[in-house]
């Protein structure tokens, strides 16, 4: 039983314009969400995260925003750019302490 | 300053086998994580080690274990390798148990044929 979901294994956008990746989860448990950006061959690399007393949070180009009411978060990219084409990963756990449950990722292709 | 480490890149086993891998914390780190990555999907919580005791652990069989040594680094040993365990093995390092900063080596490709 998936309990962090990404329904879309891939996503190509224009360069300069908005990427939105999606994420739902079904634990009730989880209170802190991240996400993780990944290279071919290298490991996940922190990208930013959001605590559920919190409804969004911004790093820049990037934003997350939490729905816990329909368990939903979305990560927005802009201006999307060539070198944020990578495998997206939404994050789960219950505390900064607990296990993370990782969805199975999402594959942003950002064209030139 | 290094960044977490792990060994092998690379590793090919056979069936029933034992397998042995290597993660060295990012410095500084005092909590190493494990993970298994299957193809196409997310990773997968093994276990995490802090005090040299494993303090956590995720829905795997006891084929699965770890030890941490006084220095930090850590490694997984996998006991009757089976052709499903076939995986990116990524280790992830952190301070005092946290687990919402964590910073992943490159992993070790491991094929059981």
């Known amino acids: 039983d998936q309990q962090v979901k990404q329904n879309s294994p891939s996503l190509s956008v224009q360069e300069g314009r908005i990427s939105i990746l999606n994420c739902d989860y079904t634990n009730s448990m989880f209170d802190y969400f991240l996400w993780y950006k990944k290279y071919p061959a290298e490991g996940p690399t922190f990208l930013i995260s959001i605590s559920s007393i919190k409804d969004k949070n911004e790093d820049g180009r990037f934003t997350v925003f939490l729905n816990k009411s329909a368990k939903h978060l979305s990560l927005h990219i802009v201006p999307s750019q060539p070198g944020d084409s990578a495998v997206y990963f939404c994050?789960?756990?219950?505390?900064?302490?607990?296990?993370?449950?990782f969805g199975p990722g999402t594959s942003l292709s950002v064209i030139p | 300053d290094a960044g977490v480490t792990q060994s092998p890149t690379h590793l090919i086993k056979t069936r029933g086998q034992q397998v042995t891998l290597r993660c060295s914390p990012k410095s500084g780190h005092d909590t190493v994580s494990w993970y298994q990555q299957a193809l196409g999907q997310g990773p997968q919580f093994i276990f995490q080690y802090y005090e040299e005791e494993e303090r956590q652990r995720g829905n795997f069989p006891d084929r699965f274990s770890g030890h941490q040594f006084p220095n930090y680094s850590s490694e997984l040993n996998v006991n009757a390798l089976l052709l499903g365990d076939s995986a990116l093995y990524l280790c992830?390092?952190?301070?005092?148990?946290?687990?919402?900063?964590?910073?992943f080596g490159p992993g070790t490709r491991l094929t059981v044929l």
């Open positions: 992830a390092s952190s301070l005092q148990l946290r687990t919402d900063t964590q910073y």
């Open positions: 994050a789960a756990s219950a505390t900064s302490y607990d296990k993370v449950i």
